[in-house]
C-alpha cells in the first residue's frame, strides 16, 4: 500500500516492519516524529527518557537482552548520548540496534549545524543516509539487518528536509523476529580494560568487513547519465539537491551508505567523467574521502560549508556564474516570537525590569533573549543554564545578587538537576527559576516527568519539582505564578538576597494547550490609551502600535490579561490576573 509519508513518518514504518520491540527516545526537533509515529504502533513499547543519553542506554541494553530497539535523537542530541554511543560500538549487538540521529543543515531549530557524520567514523559505527521517505523506511529495516550481521549498533542519518518532507513509501507486511536469547557474557558486555582491548580489536576487524561490504551493497549506486562531462558525488537531501541543478546529463554516485565510504565506485566514476563534483551540506566529509584516495574532485573550494544547498546555488557555482541563479523575491523579515498568552512573557518581562543578567537554557522561553524583552545573556546548551551560573558567579561572586538561571521543566528534567546539586554541593548563593509550563512545549507538546502522562498519554506519577529541589539539599524553595508580575518581582527581589541557593519555580501551563481555557480577547479604550508602549514592550504578537492608540488583534488574543496588568492608565479592558 502505497502512502505519502514524512520520513520521520517513514522511518517508524520501518520500525514497525522491522520488529522492532524497544524505542527510547528524548524529542528534538527534526526527529521528533518518529517516536510518536512509532507509539502509534501497539507492537512497539515507546517511551520519553528524561534525555538521549538515557534512552540510548535503554536501546542499548534492550538489544543485548534480545529485542531489535531504536533511539532517536537531533545532533546535538547525539553529544549527550556520546558517552554510551562509543562504548556501545565495543559492546556491539544481541538483537538489532539503530541509532537515528537528524542534524540541522540551516540551524531551522537548532544552537548549531554541526555533522554527525564525524560521530561515525569516531565511533566506529556504519551510517546510512536516506533520500526520502521511501528509503527512509526502507534504510531502517536495511539497518536492523546490518547490525545483526555484523554485531553491531547502526546509525540512520536523517536531516530537516529529509524528516520532514512527505514522499511516496510502499507499506509492506511487517516481520516479528523472535526474541532473542540473552546469555551472560561478561567478555562482551563488560567494558571494564581487560575485556574491552579484546574488544577494540573485534571493532577494528568489523570496520574492515564493513569496508568490503560498502565496496558491493546496493545501498550505493552508480547511475549513468546522457553525457560523461560531470559527475556528482552525493548522498540524502543533497543528492536530490544535486539531481534538480546538475540534470539527467550529469552521472551520479548517490550513496546510501555514509560510512564507511567506497573507493572502487568512486574511481569508477570518476575514470568515466570529466569533473567529478561532491556535493554534500555542512563539512567535508565524502570531500576528504575523495581526495586520501586520490581522486581529484570540487567541493568545498567552490560551495560554501555553511546551511543547505538550493539548486540555484549549485548551477551558480558550477556555470561559474552568478547569472544562473534567478533572483530572489525580498520578503520581509519575520522573527520567531512567544505565543499570545505564552506564561514565560510575564517571567520575562521582570526580567527585563530589574535588569538581571539572565542565564538562559534550551527550549520556547530562549526566545526571551529577542526584543523587545531581551531578557537573556547566555544559552550554551540543555542544563547548562544551571551550571553556567555557578560558573558565572565563581568568576563574579559579587554578581549573586542580579544574576539568574532560567530553564525549562523538561530541560530540567533533561539535565539541569545535576548543576542544580553541584550549586548546592558547592554552597553557591544562586537563584534558579524553573519555568514550568507543564508539558515539553519547544517540541511540540511532548510528555515529561512533570506532566503525570506517558508518551501514550498513561497515567504516570508526577514529580513535584519544589519536593525534588528540597531534597537535592535547596533549603529555599519558593513557587510563584507569572502573570502576577508584582508578586513575582518581590519573590525574585527576595530571593537574590538571600546568602544561599534558592528555586522559584514558576508555574503556568502552555497557553496552546487544550485544557487550559481561552478568555475572550481584550479590547483598547482608545480614549484612555496614551499609546506609552508598555504593554508593547510586552512583546505579544496580538498587540501593535496604532497611530493614537494600542491595537489588540482579536483572533490572536487569548484573553490572558498580562498587557491590561502593565497597563497604567485602564485603557485595556480585561482580567489583570487570571
Known sequence: MKQLALGNEAVARGLFEAGCRVVSSYP?????????????????????????????????????AGARAFTGMKHVGLNVAADPLFTASYIGVNAGLVIAVADDPGMHSSQNEQDSRHYAMAAKLPMLEPADSSECKEFTKIAFELSERFDTPVLLRLSTRVSH???????????????????????????????????????????IELGDYCETT???TLIWGSERKVGVIAAGIAYQTAREAFGPQASYLKLGMVYPLPVDDIRKLAAEVEEVWVIEELDDFIETHCKKHGVKVRGKADLSPLGEYTPA???????????????????????????????HRGTFAVLNKLKLTVMGDIGCYTLGAAPPLGSMDFCLCMGASVSGLHGFLKARPEAASKTVAVIGDSTFMHSGMTGLLNIVYNQTPATVLILDNSITGMTGHQQNPVTGLTLQNRPAPVLNLAALCRAIGVGRVTEADPQDMKALE?????????????????????????????????????????????????????????????????????????????????????????
Open 313 to 343: 546555488q549549485l548551477r551558480a557555482a558550477w556555470l561559474g556564474s552568478e547569472s544562473a541563479a534567478p533572483a530572489r523575491r525580498s520578503t520581509p523579515n519575520r522573527p520567531p516570537v512567544l505565543c499570545p498568552g505564552c506564561p
Open 165 to 207: 518532507s512527505r514522499s511516496a513509501a510502499e507499506w509492506d507486511e511487517p516481520s516479528r523476529p523472535e526474541l532473542r536469547p540473552y546469555e551472560k557474557n561478561a567478555a562482551k558486555h563488560v567494558m571494564m580494560p581487560a575485556m574491552a582491548r579484546v574488544r577494540h580489536a573485534s571493532v577494528e576487524n568489523r570496520m
Open 218 to 220: 546496493p545501498l550505493n
Open 490 to 578: 518581590k519573590t525574585l527581589r527576595e530571593e537574590l538576597n538571600a546568602p544561599e541557593p534558592s528555586v522559584i519555580v514558576v508555574r503556568r501551563p502552555c497557553a496552546l494547550l487544550k485544557s487550559v481555557p481561552k478568555k475572550p480577547p481584550l479590547t483598547v479604550d482608545a480614549a484612555k490609551c496614551k499609546n506609552c508602549g508598555a504593554c508593547m514592550r510586552l512583546g505579544c504578537p496580538a498587540i501593535s502600535k496604532g497611530e493614537k492608540a494600542v491595537c489588540i488583534d482579536a483572533p490572536l488574543c487569548v484573553g490572558c490579561g498580562l498587557c491590561a496588568g502593565v497597563c497604567a492608565f485602564g485603557a485595556i479592558c480585561g482580567e489583570v490576573i487570571c
Open 28 to 64: 528534538g526537533t527534526p526527529s521528533t516524529e518518529i517516536t510518536e509515529y512509532a507509539a502509534k504502533y501497539a507492537e512497539i513499547g515507546c517511551e520519553w527518557a528524561v534525555n538521549e543519553k538515557v534512552a540510548a542506554e535503554v536501546a542499548v541494553a534492550a538489544a543485548v
